[in-house]
């Protein structure tokens, strides 16, 4: 017997204590902690820590993970060598995730995946040195040198000034962008099992080092239907192009001519948790940054849309990356980075369920049954008679 189950709608693959997701009502937890109470005081790493560890740090458990975080930042300068060569208009999320496959070189031990000390260790270099990773490239694209991480700032303010600061020169991340990005990496941090997480959990059940795993799991986020979402919702606003256009785009939609970006979800099917937070954070950052043009035209769609038939009775209301790329926009970074900041993000997600799959014992190899409709059996045909 074999259940047909085309992209797993409503097959279960795992038991996970991580995230809880229930989509009619809008609820996401992380280890059992509401999305709205992590977005309001937790941190990205007191967040990642919970997510990986199960339960919410000490003050000296945390003080020793971000020392650790902030040991593990520097990139090998093999990985910046390697930055060097990819072209300068290359996509950021090929250079990323490539180079998270390429640390698995540097870190041949990480293959030691059974050992827990070992991958501690490689946990904490992959969470460390992916915003290096992401920030490395955005300066190569615009032919910058790139700016060495600064032990002495929190995870998002590291961040911020290995992307903007200049090389040996002290940066001063603004306290709203700063914090803002860390909310926008906890709403980012994890979502049960995603197409990237379960290609995470897939590629990591083959016992694949997780350098490896999280290359491909950073792969499939880039496609338009999942992580690459947010930078589609910017092109798509730009080419509305004013809120006077929104009705014939909408027209546009429910004719089958293209999907309206950042709207619907597999589990969701009432509004996103996490949108209503990033939409608070929009107002917060345009007061810093001055008010990005597009978001009316993000309004007007959102309000045309939520009172629209098609759209009401499909259940699509706006995900996680409608309003997120509205804010990195006007944080100066372009479209083609959303996608990297939503991976930062989604690092400690990915590991903490690569580990629950890991030490899962009913998990096997990950490897799917099919039901065959090619051809019967048949003779090879030489070249000169086909
Ligand atoms: N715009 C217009 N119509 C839509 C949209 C949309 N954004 N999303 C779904 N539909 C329609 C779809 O055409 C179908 O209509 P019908 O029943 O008439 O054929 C119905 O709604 C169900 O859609 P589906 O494609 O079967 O739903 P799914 O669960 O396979 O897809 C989705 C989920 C997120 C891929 C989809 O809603 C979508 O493409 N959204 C736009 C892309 C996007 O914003 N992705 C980010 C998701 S959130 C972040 C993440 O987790 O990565």
């Not at 059992?32 to 990986?52: D, K, N, V």
């Not at 290995?162 to 940066?171: H, I, N, Q």
């Not at 606003?237 to 293209?258: H, R």
Request: aromatic fraction near 10%; glycine fraction near 10%.
């Amino acid at each position: 017997m074999m259940s047909y189950d085309p992209a797993f709608q409503n097959t279960a693959s795992c038991r996970s204590r991580v995230t809880f997701i229930d989509g009619d009502k809008g609820i996401l937890r992380y280890r059992g902690y509401p999305i709205e109470q992590l977005a309001e005081h937790s941190t990205f790493t007191e967040t990642a820590y919970l997510l990986l560890n199960g339960e919410l740090p000490t003050a000296a458990e945390l003080e020793s993970w971000e020392a650790e975080l902030g040991g593990h930042a520097p990139l090998p300068e093999g990985i910046k060598s390697l930055l060097d060569g990819f072209q300068p208009d290359a996509h950021p999320m090929g250079v990323f995730l490539s180079s998270v496959g390429a640390l698995s070189t540097y870190y041949p031990d990480a293959k030691q995946i059974f050992d827990d000390e070992n991958r501690r260790i490689q946990v904490a270099r992959l969470i460390a040195k992916a915003p290096a990773i992401g920030a490395y490239s955005y300066r190569h694209a615009n032919g910058l040198p790139y700016v060495d991480p600064d032990s002495s700032l929190g995870f998002a303010g590291r961040f911020l000034g290995m992307l903007f600061g200049e090389p040996g020169a002290p940066y001063t991340p603004d306290p709203v962008l700063e914090r803002a990005l860390d909310i926008l990496f906890i709403l980012h941090a994890d979502h049960e099992q995603n197409c990237s997480t379960s290609a995470m959990r897939g590629i990591g059940s083959s016992q694949a080092d997780p350098f490896a795993s999280m290359a491909g799991a950073a792969a499939a986020l880039y496609g338009p239907l999942h992580g690459g979402a947010n930078e589609a919702v910017l092109r798509m606003l730009a080419a509305i192009g004013s809120v006077d256009n929104v009705p014939d785009f909408i027209k546009k939609v429910k004719a089958g001519e293209g999907r309206l970006m950042g709207f619907g979800h597999r589990v969701y099917k009432s509004y996103d948790p996490r949108a209503t937070v990033i939409k608070e954070q929009a107002y917060r950052v345009f007061e810093v940054t001055g008010r990005n043009p597009l978001l009316d035209i993000a309004i007007e769609l959102e309000r045309i849309a939520l009172q629209d038939d098609y759209f009401v009775q499909r259940r699509l209301y706006p995900n996680v990356d409608f309003y997120s790329g509205l804010i990195y926009e006007a944080m100066g970074f372009k479209p083609a980075m959303f996608t990297v900041l939503f991976a930062i993000g989604r690092a400690p997600g990915w590991i903490a369920q690569w580990q629950e799959m890991l030490r899962d014992k009913a998990q096997k190899i990950a490897r799917p049954r099919q039901i065959y409709l090619g051809a019967g059996e048949r003779d090879y045909v030489p070249m000169d008679q086909r």
